[in-house]
C-alpha cells in the first residue's frame, strides 16, 4: 500500500509530504496510523457533521469488510444523480430511520428523485391515468388517495400470488 500511495517504497514518510494534499490523505496513514477524508467543506450545523461522520465510517467499514475491489468507472448522470447516490449509500448500510438525516443532507443538492432513475412510469395503467402531476379518474384529492389505495391492494395482490 505504501508504494502504491508514494509511488516507491517509502520507510520514513514525512509529515507534510506533497501526497497528503488530496481528498484522501494516506500520508497520515503511514505518518499516525489515521486517514483523513479532505472531502467535506467546514460546518456547524450538527446535522450535515453527522452525516459526513456516518458516511466516512460507512465507507471505512465496508472497506474493511470488502474482499475486492472494481476500478470501473461509471458514467456520471446529473439527471440521475441523486437516486444513483441514494442506492449507493443504501449498499454501504446507511439504511432505515436512524441514516434518515444523513441521506436527507447527502442528497441535498443533487438532482433528479431520489426515487425514482428515470421519469417515473404508473403502474396501474395506460392512456396517462395516475402519472406524476395529474389527478386520477376517480377525480380530486379523494381519488388521489383511493388511487394509492388501489395501487397498494395490486401490490398486495402480486405478492399472494
Given at each position: 500500500?505504501?508504494?502504491?500511495?508514494?509511488?516507491?517504497?517509502?520507510?520514513?514518510?514525512?509529515?507534510?509530504?506533497?501526497?497528503?494534499?488530496?481528498?484522501?490523505?494516506?500520508?497520515?496513514?503511514?505518518?499516525?496510523?489515521?486517514?483523513?477524508?479532505?472531502?467535506?467543506?467546514?460546518?456547524?450545523?450538527?446535522?450535515?457533521?453527522?452525516?459526513?461522520?456516518?458516511?466516512?465510517?460507512?465507507?471505512?467499514?465496508?472497506?474493511?469488510?470488502?474482499k475486492a475491489a472494481s476500478s470501473k468507472r461509471r458514467e456520471f448522470n446529473p439527471a440521475t444523480?441523486?437516486?444513483?447516490?441514494?442506492?449507493?449509500?443504501?449498499?454501504?448500510?446507511?439504511?432505515?430511520?436512524?441514516?434518515?438525516?444523513?441521506?436527507?443532507?447527502?442528497?441535498?443538492?443533487?438532482?433528479?428523485?431520489?426515487?425514482?432513475?428515470?421519469?417515473?412510469?404508473?403502474?396501474?395503467?395506460?392512456?396517462?391515468?395516475?402519472?406524476?402531476?395529474?389527478e386520477s379518474a376517480q377525480g380530486g384529492s379523494e381519488g388521489a388517495q383511493g388511487g394509492s389505495e388501489?395501487?397498494?391492494?395490486?401490490?398486495?395482490?402480486?405478492?399472494?400470488?
Amino acid at each position: 500500500m505504501n508504494e502504491a500511495w508514494y509511488g516507491r517504497r517509502n520507510l520514513a514518510p514525512q509529515r507534510y509530504d506533497s501526497s497528503r494534499y488530496h481528498g484522501l490523505n494516506l500520508n497520515s496513514l503511514f505518518f499516525r496510523g489515521t486517514i483523513e477524508f479532505r472531502y467535506f467543506n467546514g460546518s456547524l450545523h450538527a446535522g450535515e457533521v453527522k452525516a459526513y461522520v456516518q458516511l466516512v465510517l460507512a465507507l471505512a467499514a465496508r472497506a474493511l469488510a470488502s474482499k475486492a475491489a472494481s476500478s470501473k468507472r461509471r458514467e456520471f448522470n446529473p439527471a440521475t444523480a441523486k437516486y444513483d447516490f441514494r442506492v449507493f449509500l443504501l449498499h454501504l448500510g446507511l439504511i432505515g430511520e436512524e441514516f434518515k438525516t444523513a441521506r436527507t443532507h447527502l442528497l441535498k443538492k443533487l438532482e433528479g428523485s431520489a426515487a425514482w432513475k428515470g421519469q417515473r412510469r404508473d403502474r396501474r395503467g395506460s392512456g396517462g391515468e395516475g402519472t406524476p402531476g395529474s389527478e386520477s379518474a376517480q377525480g380530486g384529492s379523494e381519488g388521489a388517495q383511493g388511487g394509492s389505495e388501489g395501487a397498494q391492494g395490486n401490490a398486495h395482490e402480486a405478492l399472494a400470488a
